[in-house]
């Protein structure tokens, strides 16, 4: 099961860290996954973290390169996204995401993770 925090709103330019905490697993194990959703659109690949047998690998997308960092803690079974500069372009309902197997390539593909949180909303005002 997979719980995201730290949604809000902020002016552009802000800054806000997100949360997201699993259970019931080996979490180290796990390929981790944030994607984000905007009113009317499809739900898209932000940035994503390996797990052990990844090396704890990490992978953006163009759009938040460079702004936004993704970690990890695995003895708190938690993963962050730290967004700076936000956009209103931003705006959207972020999720995490969880992957047992899925393979490197595959990492920004929302069928490659089988376990997903509720989200959380991010609003960025211009």
């Known amino acids: 099961q997979l719980q995201a925090f730290g949604g809000g709103f902020v002016q552009a330019g802000g800054s806000l860290r997100l949360s997201c905490t699993a259970s019931?697993?080996?979490?180290?194990?796990?390929?981790m996954g944030w994607f984000r959703q905007a009113p009317g659109k499809e739900r898209e690949f932000v940035a994503a973290?390996?797990?052990?047998?990844?090396?704890?690998?990490?992978s953006y997308a163009d759009s938040v390169k460079g702004r936004f960092t993704i970690s990890r803690d695995n003895a708190k079974d938690t993963i962050y996204l730290q967004m700076n500069s936000l956009k209103p372009e931003d705006t959207a309902v972020y999720y995490c995401a969880a992957s047992r197997g899925a393979i490197w390539s595959s990492v920004g593909l929302t069928h490659a993770y089988e376990n997903w949180g509720q989200g959380t909303q991010v609003t960025v005002s211009s």
């Open positions: 019931g697993r080996t979490f180290r194990n796990y390929l």
């Open positions: 973290i390996g797990g052990s047998r990844h090396g704890g690998s990490t």
